[in-house]
Nanobody
Framework: QIQLVESGGGSVQAGGSLNVSCVAS????????MGWYRQVPGKAREMVAK??????ASYADSVKGRFTISQSNANTLILQMSSLKIEDTAWYSC?????????WGRGTQVTVSS
């Protein structure tokens, strides 16, 4: 079992930067992937960035070159967002994805304005 708590969301102007963090109640499982997902009302949740259980990072095409996912320590996942666009506005959630179960945080709002 693992609990995830996101923080760092907020409002920023287009072109700006923002970091969101995900702190877990314990060290991340070695054999699970981790990732950041986002959702806007009326649309399906989409993967933003993820790290596989092998440690490989991948990104949605829409954020490549602008967002960076990293694990800062044994229980913290970071999403660094730069050159933010209005269309990045969404509810951002982190997840730990295991073969036996997925764990989700409650999320944090990121709002990008013009």
């Amino acid at each position: 079992q693992i609990q995830l708590v996101e923080s760092g969301g907020g409002s920023v102007q287009a072109g700006g930067s923002l970091n969101v963090s995900c702190v877990a109640s314990r060290s991340f499982f070695n054999n699970c992937g981790m990732g950041w997902y986002r959702q806007v009302p009326g649309k399906a949740r989409e993967m933003v960035a993820k790290i596989s259980s092998e440690g490989l990072a991948s990104y949605a095409d829409s954020v490549k070159g602008r967002f960076t996912i990293s694990q800062s320590n044994a229980n913290t996942l970071i999403l660094q967002m730069s050159s933010l666009k209005i269309e990045d506005t969404a509810w951002y959630s982190c997840a730990v994805l295991c073969n036996w179960m997925d764990y989700w945080g409650r999320g944090t709002q990121v709002t990008v304005s013009s």
